[in-house]
């Protein structure tokens, strides 16, 4: 007889910490694509001179900010020291034959830089992003044809005559100069705009659009002149250190700024004290003119390169 009672069959014992089976890993969600924008900013933030030249600008823009709030440069026209002092600590880039501290003036002169630059950059831009978009979207037509035709007269008109010419019809007005500019900058971010719509009015969204019956100029306005921000973009910065350059030679000329102080004036001042072996009024304001000037086109074109349609195939 077998003491040993029933067989039984042997169970494994489970240790539900180590040997229980392992759950599925999480499913990750899959990443949203880039945005075009997002993409652009990418490429903008690896151009190493792009974002030097933005630190100049944004530099610049704080000195503007800060002359517009009474920080700095607001003593630029009282006289604060002697007859062409040199280089101190009081005045740091030393005084002009009246007196005046040139640093504060060249600090004054970017305020006027900014001011005429954001206007006419503002709103030529405006402008010719009107213009350009009627004249792309109607291409072949009496609006095409018309605004060509003005785009031609006002670039047949030599700039700084046309300056003069608008000057002394307004009585020497303070805006004279910004009216000027802004009839004549248009021009280009016209051409640039009209290319882009007519490269933009044959593409599906529009076929699409106007499929399911929106009217023409909805479509326009909603769908094709944002898709032109890029180029708007580029154009208005370029016309921002143009306008600034152009101001410079205005004030130089006697055809700009009168009431307040600029770069241009504060070069036209320095000729007759280079002469005389003073210097530093000349120096301060073309290395202010030559910093910005440069930061800004290294600005632009990292911005150009990012924004650039070209760069989403690569």
């Not at 992003?129 to 035709?149: C, E, R």
């Not at 100069?177 to 280009?188: D, Q, S």
Request: glycine share 10%; no cysteine; aromatic share 10%.
């Amino acid at each position: 007889m077998n003491d040993r009672g029933p067989a039984t069959s042997a169970r494994p014992v489970v240790n539900p910490g180590a040997d229980a089976p392992l759950a599925p890993p999480p499913r990750e969600r899959p990443r949203a694509p880039a945005t075009p924008w997002r993409r652009a900013v990418r490429r903008f933030l690896r151009d190493g001179w792009g974002l030097a030249g933005g630190l100049i600008v944004a530099g610049f823009a704080i000195i503007a900010v800060g002359s517009w709030l009474g920080a700095w440069g607001t003593d630029w026209v009282l006289a604060t020291g002697g007859q062409w002092e040199g280089p101190s600590a009081r005045h740091p880039l030393g005084t002009t034959i009246l007196g005046q501290d040139i640093l504060a003036r060249a600090l004054a002169s970017t305020r006027t830089a900014f001011e005429i630059g954001l206007v006419v950059a503002a709103l030529s831009t405006l402008l010719g992003a009107l213009f350009g978009a009627l004249a792309g979207w109607f291409a072949g037509g009496p609006a095409d044809a018309a605004i060509a035709w003005l785009k031609g007269v006002l670039d047949s008109i030599p700039f700084y005559l046309f300056v003069a010419a608008v000057a002394f019809a307004l009585d020497d007005h303070p805006w004279a100069m910004h009216l000027a500019m802004i009839a004549t900058f248009w021009t280009t971010t016209a051409r640039l705009v009209r290319a882009e719509v007519i490269r933009l009015r044959e593409r599906e969204f529009v076929e699409a659009a106007r499929a399911v019956g929106v009217p023409p100029m909805t479509i326009l306005r909603r769908h094709v002149v944002p898709n032109t921000i890029h180029v708007l973009l580029v154009q208005a910065s370029i016309v921002f250190v143009a306008a600034i350059k152009s101001e410079v030679i205005l004030s130089f000329l006697g055809l700009g700024v009168e009431d307040g102080i600029s770069w241009g004036l504060m070069i036209a001042e320095s000729t007759t004290e280079i002469t005389s072996g003073r210097p530093w009024n000349f120096i301060a304001a073309s290395s202010f003119l030559f910093l910005l000037v440069m930061g800004f086109n290294l600005f632009a074109d990292a911005m150009q390169d990012a924004l650039d349609p070209r760069e989403e195939r690569r």
